[in-house]
T-cell receptor, first 113, second 111 residues
Framework: DGGITQSPKYLFRKEGQNVTLSCEQN?????MYWYRQDPGQGLRLIYY???????QKGDIAEGYSVSREKKESFPLTVTSAQKNPTAFYLC????????????FGNGTRLTVT | DQQVKQNSPSLSVQEGRISILNCDYT??????FLWYKKYPAEGPTFLIS?????DKNEDGRFTVFLNKSAKHLSLHIVPSQPGDSAVYFC??????????FGTGTRLKVLA
């Protein structure tokens, strides 16, 4: 079964710690994305990557970092510089951007206390 | 500045009737529009899309209408079923990798 796997489903961290969220896809898609969902705010783009070893900032990239060393993997690190890290994080992919739907994983709920 | 707006946070519809979800956008350069359905604690699921060269697209019970002059998008679900109860997001892109999402409308279909 092809799809996007995000792990873990729930993650708890203390304030001041960096944390990395995993995203793996076996759809052979070139483009991958990270979104954040907060109540009443829809989905906001954090980072996206069109191809291996390349990525661009989205609308709310501050306090986050990513890497794209393999086509299948696009991990997101939430750093201690992110002021409001508690949120639902969604990873997505599509074949090559533009005029093709995003396929989403089931998300990771991060809680920072 | 919210480029894609869903002004109705919630909507209740009787089972078997039509559900109409609305979406407005401000950027006339958007050329591809999508609707997603989302259950709590899950990722959004793609429902239907439409290119800006069309004004209507159908897929089973779901129809999306695009009115470019009004910068308005709507999703019609006919007939509505209890399993359709979820949050619906519209999204728009401008031909590249940036997809902008609305804030969502929670649909409740009453049995």
């Amino acid at each position: 079964d092809g799809g996007i796997t995000q792990s873990p489903k729930y993650l708890f961290r203390k304030e001041g710690q960096n944390v990395t969220l995993s995203c793996e896809q076996n759809l052979n898609h070139d483009a991958m994305y990270w979104y954040r969902q907060d109540p009443g705010q829809g989905l906001r783009l954090i980072y996206y990557s069109q191809i291996v070893n390349d990525f661009q900032k989205g609308d709310i990239a501050e306090g986050y970092s990513v890497s794209r060393e393999k086509k299948e993997s696009f991990p997101l690190t939430v750093t201690s510089a992110q002021k409001n890290p508690t949120a639902f994080y969604l990873c997505a992919s599509n074949p090559q951007g533009g005029h093709s739907p995003l396929h989403f994983g089931n998300g990771t709920r991060l809680t920072v206390t | 500045d919210q480029q894609v707006k869903q002004n109705s946070p919630s909507l209740s519809v009787q089972e078997g009737r039509i559900s109409i979800l609305n979406c407005d956008y401000t950027n006339s350069m958007f050329d591809y529009f999508l609707w997603y359905k989302k259950y709590p604690a899950e990722g959004p699921t793609f429902l239907i899309s439409i290119s800006s060269i069309k004004d209507k697209n159908e897929d089973g019970r779901f129809t999306v209408f695009l009115n470019k002059s009004a910068k308005h998008l709507s999703l019609h679900i006919v007939p509505s079923q209890p399993g359709d109860s979820a949050v619906y997001f519209c999204a728009a892109s401008v031909g590249t990798y940036k997809y902008i999402f609305g804030t969502g409308t929670r649909l409740k279909v009453l049995a």
